[in-house]
């Protein structure tokens, strides 16, 4: 299951590239633009997070910019994703949309620039051609210096394979919803296989999965909160978990899990989960209002 081993908030993973990056990360989506944001991030990176994730579609790029600054941490101590968003699509586009989330968040790079969602089919039958556009203008930023890793999210096996056919930059990194009762395991495979790092939006199930019985007796015989066993988990499977919380003491907590292992049988138990804490969305659904 490529379980990593790590024992502090602050150990890094390193990806295809040789980039970096930080083994938990502080996710901002359903994060409320403005002050929330900004002092959530800020109190996330005063709790020792040092990977802070983003993306243009959540309206809170400048929030997480003033974050950053205001908690007094050099930015090259950060590890910084933004997102690209489905508007944006082709070379061109993204030159732009790469400048603006820049601009937006004050910052002079990028640590990961990812594609949001792909397009597919069901939106053109160019949606191969129109994919591959849109990563020429990401190998152009990351030759340039603007981002140091290129990576997509949401990406089923059929749209790596697409896109793979016409990277000459390989992406470094697929971030997808991942938990307990969504766990996408073969895409998780698929892409390690690839030699990709799996990044896990939602790792908490957008709070689904927190109330569930069956969960709160695993974690319980662990002496954790259900929340530490899918950060647990998701780190297990080699997985980066971004989960959120606006709350500073359950920031604390959600890093909280380096003193404890999940047996190989839960794991497997974790990993066939019946379905809870789905989000619906789907990429071939082509889910335009997705803003995770």
Known sequence: ????????????ITLSNGVKMPCIGYGTWQTPSGEVA????????????????????????????????????KREEIFLTSKHW??????DKT????ETSLENLGVDYLDLYLIHWPCVEKLTPEWKEINASTWR???????DG???????????QKHLDALNEYAQIKPMVNQIEFHPGYTQIDNVRYS???????????PLGSGAVLNDP???????????????LCVRFALQCGVIPLPKSLNQSRMAANADVFDFTITDEDVQKLVAFPELGFSTYLPEDAPADALC
């Open 1 to 12: 299951m490529n379980n990593l081993s790590l024992s502090k908030l602050t150990d890094c």
């Open 38 to 73: 900004e002092n959530c991030v800020k109190s996330a990176l005063e709790l020792g997070y040092r990977h802070v994730d983003t993306a243009w579609v959540y309206g809170n790029e400048p929030d997480v910019g003033r974050g950053i600054k205001k908690s007094g941490i």
């Open 86 to 91: 489905v508007t944006e699509r082709g070379y």
């Open 95 to 98: 030159i732009k949309a790469v």
């Open 137 to 143: 203008g990401f190998e152009k930023m990351y030759k």
């Open 146 to 156: 603007k981002i140091r890793a290129i990576g997509v999210s949401n990406f089923q």
């Open 192 to 202: 390690q296989s690839l030699g990709m790092t799996v990044q896990a939006w939602s």
């Open 214 to 228: 069956t969960l709160m007796k695993m974690a319980e015989k662990y002496g954790k909160s259900v929340a530490q």
